[in-house]
């Protein structure tokens, strides 16, 4: 079965501290593709990044990066000192066999303080 | 370019009662998705929508129902409502649902009260 686990619940830190969103993933499938999207309080998720099964390379955006290692099904986002305006949930998830739906992980939520 | 627009906002209804949301997607996307977001059960998938055919269902009861309509819009209609269909309800679009991995890109929600 298709799965994705974000084992911390809620990260709190200090702005300008680095922080890291882990995320491990379960599939059969050779071909997939992987996201992470932001939800800010208001509700609405924001796509930050797609990521196919075949493309191993990292990925950065600004204060973004991105780990993609398929060996340990790992799919790790990194922000890089942290500002109060990442304070959101952040989702990753993984397409389905089927195609259409998401899987999600359920969710990280992180709280910047200044 | 306009993003996915969701209507109502909020919606307030009782026991018992049909809800119906709309929702309408980016401009040249095919593909229509519902997710529902409920306290403490994450993000659940509902149903997409693609040229106009249910193409996948969630795990949910036959209440939950919906359409899409020619120009791509769509509808989720939730009836005899229940307490716990409370949640936040998302709905998606994307360029061609049937290419795997297209990205999904989301509206702002609409929120379900249930008295």
């Known amino acids: 079965a298709q799965k994705v686990t974000q084992a911390q619940t809620e990260i709190s830190v200090v702005e300008k501290e680095d922080v890291t969103l882990d995320c491990v993933y379960e599939?059969?499938?050779?071909?997939?593709?992987l996201f992470w999207y932001k939800q800010p309080p208001s509700g609405e998720l924001v796509f930050l990044i797609r990521r196919n099964s075949f493309d191993e390379q990292n990925e950065i955006s600004g204060r973004y990066s991105w780990n993609f290692q398929k060996s340990t099904s790992s799919f790790n986002f990194t922000i890089t000192a942290s500002q109060v305006v990442d304070s959101a949930v952040y989702f990753c998830a993984l397409s389905d066999t089927l195609g259409g739906k998401l899987i999600f992980g359920q969710g990280t939520e992180l709280s910047v303080k200044p | 370019e306009a993003g996915v627009t969701q209507s109502p906002t909020h919606l307030i209804k009782t026991r018992g009662q049909q809800a119906t949301l709309r929702c309408s997607p980016i401009s040249g996307h095919t593909s229509v998705y519902w997710y529902q977001q409920a306290l403490g059960l994450g993000l659940q998938f509902l149903l997409w929508y693609d040229e106009g055919e249910e193409r996948n269902r969630g795990n949910f009861p036959p209440r939950f129902s919906g359409r899409q309509f020619p120009n791509y819009s769509s509808e989720l209609n939730v009836n005899a409502l229940e307490l716990e269909d409370s949640a936040l309800y998302l709905c998606a679009s994307s360029l061609k649902g049937w290419l795997n991995g297209e990205t999904q890109y989301f509206g702002p929600g609409t929120r379900l009260l249930v008295l």
């Open positions: 599939t059969r499938d050779t071909t997939y593709y």
